[in-house]
DNA sequence: ACGGCACCTGTCCGATCGGACAGGGGGCGC
DNA sequence: GCGCCCCCTGTCCGATCGGACAGGTGCCGT
């Protein structure tokens, strides 16, 4: 809204680190703020324990983390997040991600993020988001707020399974009939049944491939 | 294996048009690219109509391609592939994507791709590849061709379903009922058991529930 | 000791599904 | 025209599923 309000030159420059796996996003991310007279690039870091010394040295005022480090789970970045936030409350951590993961987005700000936009966002919208966090403010783009928004309403996600329910719910995604499962897990097939139904209950769903399919929703398979 | 044998400088720069739907990227690959001096960026683009655009009117030899324009589906890059080289048999298209699908590999190359590397491969893999793909060679990075090797083995991938039996499982696989898909697409629950029943064949699934499973591994859902 | 919870089992029944018949219609290539 | 394929429809039947009964066991916390 009030992005011109700082057309005076701030006392420093904003000191940013870039934390991405990608060479490639590092390389581009870097082009654009070297552009901008207020910001500077001061380090990069392509793996959380890099990150973790690249800001323990260089004391930026700002990361921009990509939260998918490596291939593996979000949770590296995650973790890198939380760490980060703790050690340096003042730090403000923008997470800068590929793709919009709404549990994600939650799980950011649970995790000390400042700000969430994803990577499709133009220029200007990145310089302005960066810029809000500086001043302690807050920033998402619209489609991250969107997130925010759906993952705060809805939610019994995930109803609470108990453990049988959760093994049958397992061989119940990858398609396998009551009896198959009752094999598996050596009880009858009248107790699959009883499974079945609570788990149907739980999901609100009315047949096996719903189930299914909320399933695959829910990442369970 | 023989990178260096082009020590002397080609009788003229490939021309590359790079095709990305985030800036970041464009812009991180074109500082890349613009260090060689054997590398010319003559154009970008976002979207797969101002692809096509570009691609005609500055007939480049290579065009850098990340099959996810837009949030939507792959199938817009994939047919922008397609298009590109039938049009332009000479054309080099190297995808080049954030993340590995297995089947997205193959059906990139069977879309007229010449090579597939993932965004997170260092520079000179990349360089590498670009000037692999330009001299009519393919160019995958290590993870594309473990993906295609495994796509090779054991598939009869996809079986080719019929209009109307993509149109039933994509309402099997969000877990309604014979009569409802029947209700949806206006044809007699009968109907729907007919198609059900070829979809199971192709799949080789033994009931809807497996079929929901298989299409979640497909990425149908 | 008692209630609560997760887990297990059975019977009975109507609804749905999976599969095997046996057809008819339209489009397309040879 | 003829064959081929896709699409549509019906009937009949056994298997499975979805749901409603009515139970029994063992663990845990109060």
């Known amino acids: 809204m009030t992005t011109e309000q700082q057309t005076h030159v701030p006392t420093q420059a904003l000191r940013i680190v870039l934390v991405d796996d990608h060479a490639i996003v590092r390389h581009g991310l870097r ?18 324990a890099e990150a973790a010394a ?17 291939t593996a789970a979000d949770t590296e970045g995650l973790d890198l997040c939380a760490r980060l936030t703790q050690r340096h409350p003042d730090l403000a951590v923008l997470v800068l991600t590929t793709f919009l993961d709404d549990s994600l987005v939650v799980e950011a700000i649970q995790h ?20 809000a966090v500086a001043r ?3 920033a998402f783009d619209s489609h991250a707020a969107a997130a925010m928004v759906r ?31 009752g094999g598996e897990l ?8 009883f ?20 399933a695959s929703k829910l990442g369970v398979i």
């Open 186 to 193: 050596y009880i009858s097939e009248t107790t699959v049944k």
């Open 151 to 181: 993952s705060m309403r809805v939610q019994p996600l995930r109803p609470k399974f108990t453990e049988r329910e959760l093994n049958v719910l397992q061989m119940l995604a990858h398609g396998l009939s009551n009896r198959e499962i």
């Open 112 to 131: 000390g993020a400042r700000g969430y936009v994803v990577k499709d966002v133009d220029t200007t919208e990145l310089l302005r988001s960066i810029r």
């Open 136 to 138: 302690n403010e807050s």
């Open 195 to 214: 499974h079945v139904r609570n788990i149907m209950r739980k999901m609100d769903a009315s047949s096996r491939a719903e189930v299914v399919y909320e």
């Open 54 to 70: 690249v800001v323990e040295r260089t004391r930026p005022s700002i990361v921009l983390l990509d939260l998918k480090l490596s």
């Open 31 to 48: 082009s654009i703020l070297e552009r901008e007279s207020d910001l500077e690039v001061v380090g990069e870091a392509s793996t959380a």
